[in-house]
């Protein structure tokens, strides 16, 4: 049986209304910290603006059908991607277009590579682990489809003369990036469980 439209909790309020405020509060304070950081702070500017564009990109395209895909189906992992995937592809298409320039030469491949890239993490990783509250489990699912997304990802970028992620530096920050995302999604992922478990537990009581 489901709760009363009357039964209401601090915890509620507080995992309900406040918790996601602040984290977009500050999702909106990073992205601010280029322009706090501009004028006679370019080099810094530049690297937080770089570490922020990686951080969205592995959550975007890496974390959330890895999730997805660990606590759900191969289903719901695959599609995340594939819709992530599409929507970070136009984001890049969009943020690297220059209107001077036109259109970029050849980026076709690096735009299907973030697509089949997310697409093919979400799926792997449900395929894997098949719903599987094991940890272990969630472990090596998540690192071998995030290892092998990265993989293919930087072999697909290599299709493109757009591309600038190239060599060993390239694929090494491409590969271990989603190597070590593979290695904490488990984890925030095996907190949700047991605080699902928990609540269920504690409204069952």
């Given at each position: ?112 590579g973030y697509i089949l890239s997310a697409m093919l993490i979400g799926y792997m990783a449900g395929a894997l682990n098949k719903r599987s509250e094991s940890f272990r489990r969630m472990l090596i699912a998540a690192v ?62």
């Amino acid at each position: 049986m489901g709760l009363d439209w009357k039964q209401w909790s601090r915890s509620d309020i507080l995992y309900g209304i406040v918790a996601p405020v602040l984290v977009i509060l500050l999702i909106v304070a990073i992205s601010q910290l280029g322009r706090l950081f501009g004028g006679g702070f370019e080099g810094l500017s530049g690297v937080v603006i770089g570490i922020m564009m990686e951080l969205q990109e592995l959550v975007v395209i890496v974390a959330v059908p890895l999730m997805l895909g660990l606590v759900w189906n191969r289903w719901a992992g695959g599609a995340s991607g594939f819709l992530l995937g599409s929507i970070y592809a136009l984001y890049w298409a969009d943020s690297y277009h220059s209107p001077m320039a036109g259109s970029i030469h050849g980026a076709g491949a690096v735009l299907l590579g973030y697509i089949l890239s997310a697409m093919l993490i979400g799926y792997m990783a449900g395929a894997l682990n098949k719903r599987s509250e094991s940890f272990r489990r969630m472990l090596i699912a998540a690192v071998t489809a995030a290892t092998i997304g990265g993989i293919v990802l930087f072999l697909i970028f290599q299709l493109s003369p757009a591309n600038v992620v190239t060599g060993i530096t390239g694929f090494l920050l491409t590969v271990f990036a989603r190597m070590a995302t593979g290695l904490i999604v488990p984890v925030v992922a095996k907190v949700f469980m047991w605080y699902g478990a928990a609540m269920n537990k504690k409204t069952n009581s």
